[in-house]
């Protein structure tokens, strides 16, 4: 049979439902997909959300809200600035553990050591020193040293770059 009679022989009515039909299983699953909240994710994959820091009066920025501002960074919306993950970078260069969690527990400390508008701090800071060791009492003596020192640094840092100043210890990094 030759195709033109094969096309003539054909119920349209057959090909016209068959698309309808499909046009309404793609309707429904693109449907499916938006209700459910299927973005770029793989199927059981977590959100990027950002962990909560704990609640603290003493802050200088508001508790983080995961459902209002999705945020991996803990830099993001930090006084703190480009020197919390530079912070976190370093931490991780003198083997100090620290979870997303964790790093947002940092960033807050800094950011209430950068509202203290001290600029000169000492490498044992005792405000600092009694931050690091409330928020993190699983840490070995050398790793609290560690995270004090980096601590101050960076906290300096930001409150000379904030004054368009020199930090007072920039030359005694090694």
Known sequence: MPLLERVQSVRWIYVVMAGLGLLAVVALISIVALVSGGGDEPAGAPGTTRVASPIDADSSRPPDN???APNDDPAADSAFGIEAQKLLDELRSHNVPFTDADANVLVDI????VARGIPDLAADDPVIADQV??????????QRVD??????EYVEQTIAKNRGTVPPDSDDHN
Do not use: E, I
Request: hydrophobic letters at 35%.
């Open 66 to 68: 995961p459902t209002l």
């Open 147 to 152: 995270v004090v020192r980096c601590l101050a």
């Open 110 to 113: 800094g950011d209430k050591n």
């Open 133 to 142: 060791a409330k928020a993190f009492p699983g840490y070995t003596d050398q």
